[in-house]
């Protein structure tokens, strides 16, 4: 029996694979901020037969308290993880701030999976195979970090703040095996595309309805996207990083997947959160 944790994994995406992995015999934690949404998981893994082999953890992942309380949960209670599954995502049409101070997307779907993959990197190496899969957008839509600010006090929008999010997450998926010599982790990026989730449940109107008519008509539904995600879990490629788009090997080449902005991004978050 294999034990994944996944962040996200109330819904969407993260329910999806979460879900899929209970039904063939599997244990899964779920991580999410809603009660609502985590009781609805539970009920469904209970329809499954796999209670006893689900569990939800309630953590708010914006917050430092958030991600090191689920770290610390996993280490003490996971003898050994052989998955780990980041699909956390919100989207903030507003700049909104985090009680640690950081900008709410920065936080939440970037340094809630550094944090996370960093200090699980131990019970993760106890597993035979082990794979961190990142749920992401690498290959997809440009965008830019802003070194000199990160948190985007100038000039932001939701999109400029989930794009930056996506570049920093190519980069700490190129970084990672430098921090862990050694390791047996692989680590996969994905990028699904578009897929009929909650995601635009926080967008404003008209974007909403616009988002969501479009995802009826033109997305995956999560059933589908969710194969060759769960496929790559179980078989992940020999390379110690690597990244897809929709089920398509990208190459780890230019800009995004660069190690010496990996190693920038690496020391300006050790930086930040050195600070708090
Ligand atoms: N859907 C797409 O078309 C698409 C395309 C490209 C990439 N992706 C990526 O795929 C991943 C999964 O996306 P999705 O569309 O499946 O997402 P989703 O349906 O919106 O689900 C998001 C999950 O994150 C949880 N979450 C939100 N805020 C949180 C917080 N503060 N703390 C802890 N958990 C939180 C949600 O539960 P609570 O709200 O209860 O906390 C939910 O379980 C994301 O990384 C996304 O960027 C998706």
């Not at 809603?34 to 037969?49: N, V």
Request: net charge neutral.
């Amino acid at each position: 029996m294999r034990t994944y944790v996944i962040t996200g994994g109330t819904d969407g995406i993260g329910r999806g694979l979460g879900l899929h992995f209970l039904a063939r015999g599997d244990r899964v934690v779920a991580v999410a901020s809603g009660q609502g949404k985590g009781d609805a998981f539970l009920a469904e893994a209970e329809r499954l037969g796999a209670a006893d082999r689900a569990r939800f953890l309630r953590a708010d992942l914006s917050t430092l308290d958030g991600m090191r309380s689920v770290a610390a949960e996993v280490e003490s209670t996971v003898d050994r993880l052989d998955g780990l599954v980041f699909g956390t995502q919100r989207f903030r049409p507003r700049r909104e701030e985090t009680p640690d101070g950081f900008e709410y997307t920065f936080a939440l779907s970037y340094l809630s999976r550094f944090v996370l993959g960093h200090e699980l990197a131990g019970v993760l190496d106890r597993a035979e195979s082990p794979v961190v899969f990142n749920v992401a957008g690498s290959g997809g839509m440009p965008g830019r970090i802003d070194w000199d600010d990160p948190h985007l006090r100038e000039g932001y929008t939701g999109m400029r703040a989930a794009m930056q999010a996506s570049r920093c997450l190519d980069l700490l998926g190129v970084d990672f095996p430098r921090r862990h010599p050694g390791t047996r982790i692989r680590y996969v990026l994905y990028n699904p595309l578009f897929v009929r989730t909650a995601m635009a449940d926080p967008l404003p109107q008209p974007q909403r309805t616009i988002t969501k008519t479009l995802a009826f008509f033109l997305a995956q539904r999560v059933e589908r996207a969710i194969v060759p995600m769960a496929a790559l879990i179980d078989a992940p490629p020999d390379a110690p990083v690597s990244a897809f788009r929709k089920g398509k090997p990208l190459a780890l080449t230019g800009d995004d997947f660069d190690p010496e902005a990996a190693d920038r991004l690496h020391r300006l978050t050790t930086g930040l959160l050195a600070a708090r």
